[in-house]
């Protein structure tokens, strides 16, 4: 059992994604020295990201890990604090509001939640060892363009996958669009778009066995097996985006606040960052699965902290 904590502070942020170190320069500027938990990857999954060429102010692009760690830097001048620990549950029907830990009970007057979402991948041989820069990736969006008159691969079936190929598309020379079943999950509008266009080719009824390339350090290939005749073949491309799905980090949220079906915390009507308990706020990927980008992550992570400094000089 956790030893309740004799402190209470003023804002408790966990997370410390592009949402959660965002959320931490405006209340440390605000004079409210918010303590920001850091869970088991610190900076969240930009972190993984070797170059990112979508975040304004950076004209040449910018490396993944360097631009949270001046984030965490820009955060901890203003007077930050920040500790590595897992919250576990929370208690927010008290005042001040509980968040539980392995070590200790914290007790804070507002708490800005920023978990991020973890994506869903497929665990094959080769994935983890050549994801983030080495030709793995999960999002189109952020990598797209580092594969332009190459070709590359999508997993997945839904509209998130039909999405992701159709935008490969503008860089791409080819899209394999894989999956495991004869016809998409996505919607019929978003099926048709993939199935039809020229440049993305369906790979029906396979299932990815292995990454290629890991003695190289950079993807070289995708193997599949036919799901209906057990034959193995290999896809030749120089970039795997995976696209089944993100998993939100909300567990030790959910007895207290509202999630949807697939596990994301839904902010009340009318606002992107307040939720039903007042001086509790959201930001990030854990409340959003449309966007997933940095900038809206930040954005919102902005937003969360000038509702709590409001919040709280209301409450004072």
Not at 1 to 12: F, K, L, Y
Not at 16 to 28: D, E
Not at 71 to 83: I, M, N, P, S, V
Not at 103 to 122: C, F, N, Q, Y
Request: glycine share 10%; with cysteine; hydrophobic share 40%.
């Amino acid at each position: 059992m956790s030893t309740p904590s004799s402190a209470v502070e003023n804002v408790v942020i966990v997370g410390t994604g592009c949402a959660g170190l965002t959320a931490a320069v405006y209340t440390a500027r605000a004079n409210l020295s918010p303590l920001i938990l850091e869970g088991p990857l610190p900076g969240g999954q930009l972190t993984t990201t070797s170059e990112v060429e979508n975040f304004p102010g950076f004209p040449e692009g910018v490396d993944g890990y360097e631009l949270m760690q001046n984030l965490r830097k820009q955060a901890t001048k203003f007077g930050a604090r920040f500790e590595q620990t897992l919250v576990s549950s929370v208690n927010f029907s008290s005042n001040p509001k509980q968040l539980i830990t392995s070590e200790k009970t914290l007790l804070a007057k507002s708490v800005i939640i920023s978990t991020g979402a973890s994506p869903r991948m497929t665990g094959i041989p080769g994935e983890k060892e050549l994801y983030g820069g080495k030709g793995v990736t999960t999002c189109a969006t952020c990598d797209g363009a580092f594969y332009r008159n190459m070709d590359v691969a999508v997993i997945g079936g839904g509209d998130s996958a039909a999405e992701e190929a159709l935008f490969l598309t503008r860089f791409a020379s080819k899209v394999y669009l894989v999956h495991r079943r004869d016809s998409l999950r996505a919607s019929k509008i978003m099926s048709d778009r993939a199935t039809s266009h020229p440049k993305i080719q369906m790979v029906w009824n396979s299932a990815p066995i292995e990454v290629m390339g890991v003695k190289e350090g950079s993807v070289s290939g995708l193997k599949v097996q036919d799901t209906k005749t057990g034959a193995f073949s290999v896809l030749p491309i120089k970039g795997l985006f995976v696209a089944i799905g993100h998993v939100p980090n909300t567990a030790p949220f959910k007895d207290s606040l509202d999630l949807d079906d697939a596990g994301y915390l839904v902010p009340v009507l009318g606002s992107q960052v307040k939720t039903k308990i007042p001086g509790v706020y959201v930001a990030g990927d854990c409340a959003d699965h449309i966007f997933r980008q940095a900038i809206t992550a930040a954005g919102m992570g902005c937003q969360a902290a000038i509702e709590a400094e409001r919040w709280l000089s209301e409450h004072s």
